[in-house]
């Protein structure tokens, strides 16, 4: 540790406030090497520069050489609780994510009992409260008949509802993992037509998905998973929510883009027309092709799939012009006993949220991106696409999350290291850097990887001490 640094001991209650010094502070009009403070949880000064001495009873970390960045936002995590808490649960889950310099995260609902009710969204909001040391949000899932209940949690047209801790309706289009699905128009259009809030769609054509699962069902090799989710079965469920959008004026988000074709066919909507319908894509489909997938298996298996070297290049030039706005995870943990089954019996998804911020910047070392697209596409865009109050900036007033990142340490992904409850990692054996060095929420530091702990690092909070739900304005 720096000299005359001080973060908290593990469990030791801290109130939230902090100075940082002497960071490239990453803030909304460039990079700048300078010292913040963070008072009661929220930002209260920020000087490029330096200058800012420690006030009585403040924590103090000296961040010279490092990157100070508004903490990560990650819109699309599977947490596992209820159900599958041997996968992984909230409390797990929101430690993983502390670990990668994830301050906030929104979890999915295809649980078990799936969270399709306002009051088993209720009660994941309750279980955070004891178990995360993250900010935390959640999606209720749509079922063809569950109509009601959406309209409680999300509002009705042009009367939103802001409930703290609700993000928006969560429509699998496609069969995935769990039993949540809508794909039938009539049922989408109701949906649609009906509710208020913030639509996100697992953009999959059920139909085609059934149809060509037979001219594949009999092969072995994990090629036949992008072949049989092909990206026409993508391309055709986007362009279903994108229509049913535009009829209704609802606000509608594509989650995990991952095909070339998808990505140049929103980059046609107007300027307007982006501003209601944003996607996202995933650090996996960013950096893993074809190859990757021979070479990895099913460790790699997820739906939609990981593609090929030209559908990677395409993310890649959408996310530049903006047609992309966000990086999300889809952190979808399972056993390494049940990836081992190989295709087709292998369950769809992958581990990511505790190296997706390291993923990226090592994309930004690498001259792929800048830091300060990383902050936008892993921070600020995010926050602006969900309406959250007070995230995604390092800007006085903003809410005290922020991490600590060296990109200078490289760090060798291990399974071993592995915060998430199955113990594993797609990127393992991948050399890394912009691991979070400090974590903070609220202004309380809650995870810290120093010479002290390793390269895993240490948790510096108790579950349940900091974090809160996330607070969204409505969508009418």
Not at 8 to 33: F, H, K, Y
Not at 280 to 293: A, G, R, S
Not at 379 to 386: E, I, P, R
Request: glycine share 10%; aromatic share 6%.
């Amino acid at each position: 540790m720096h000299s005359g640094q001080r973060v908290p001991d593990e469990g030791e209650t801290m109130s939230g406030g902090i100075l940082i010094r002497g960071a490239s502070m990453v803030l909304p009009n460039g990079i700048v090497v300078g010292d913040l403070r963070i008072t009661d949880g929220v930002i209260t000064e920020i000087c490029p520069g330096g200058g800012l001495q420690p006030e009585d009873g403040e924590m103090f970390h000296d961040a010279t050489g490092m990157h100070l960045l508004p903490g990560g936002i990650d819109p699309q995590v599977h947490f596992r609780e209820p159900g599958q808490e041997f996968k992984e649960d909230l409390q797990s889950g929101s430690a993983a994510a502390a670990s990668g310099g994830i301050t906030s995260f929104l979890d999915m609902p295809n649980n078990n009992p799936a969270a399709t009710t306002l009051e088993s969204i209720q009660a994941k909001i309750d279980s955070a409260s004891q178990k995360c040391i993250t900010n935390y949000g959640f999606f209720i899932g749509a079922t063809p008949d569950n109509l009601v209940e959406l309209q409680r949690a999300v509002g009705e047209p042009g009367e939103g509802i802001a409930y703290p801790g609700i993000c928006g309706i969560k429509i699998f289009m496609g069969s995935s993992t769990g039993d949540l699905l809508v794909h039938e128009k009539e049922h989408l259009s109701n949906i649609f037509s009906n509710t208020a809030g913030l639509i996100a769609v697992h953009a999959e054509d059920e139909n085609r998905l059934k149809s060509r699962f037979e001219d594949h069902k009999h092969r072995s090799d994990i090629a036949a998973h992008a072949e049989w989710r092909d990206e026409i079965t993508a391309l055709n469920a986007t362009q279903l929510a994108v229509e049913m959008a535009k009829e209704t004026g609802h606000r509608l988000h594509v989650l995990h883009l991952t095909s070339g074709i998808e990505a140049d066919y929103l980059a046609e909507l107007s300027a307007d027309e982006k501003m209601q319908i944003t996607t996202e894509t995933l650090p996996q489909h960013l950096t893993f092709n074809q190859d990757d997938v021979e070479e990895r298996g099913v460790r790699l298996k997820m739906n939609p799939p990981i593609r090929y070297s030209q559908d990677r290049e395409t993310l890649w030039k959408r996310l530049h012009d903006g047609t992309i706005v966000c990086i999300a995870t889809d952190h979808a943990p399972h056993l390494l006993e049940d990836k081992a089954k190989g295709w087709p019996n292998a369950p769809s998804g992958m581990p990511g949220v505790e190296t997706s911020l390291a993923v990226m910047l090592t994309h930004a070392r690498d001259g792929r991106c800048t830091i300060e697209q990383v902050v936008a596409w892993m921070s600020t865009n995010v926050a602006q696409a969900y309406q959250m109050v007070g995230k995604g900036k390092l800007e006085v007033g903003m809410d005290g999350d922020v991490v600590v990142v060296d990109m200078n340490r490289e760090i060798v992904v291990d399974d071993e290291n592995s915060w998430t409850r199955v113990g594993w990692n797609p990127f393992h054996g991948r050399s890394l850097v912009g691991w979070s060095h400090l974590t903070v929420v609220d202004g309380i530091p809650v995870f810290a990887r120093d010479a002290s702990s390793g390269d895993m690092g240490r948790l510096l909070a108790e579950a349940g001490t900091v974090g809160s739900p996330l607070v969204m304005m409505p969508w009418n």
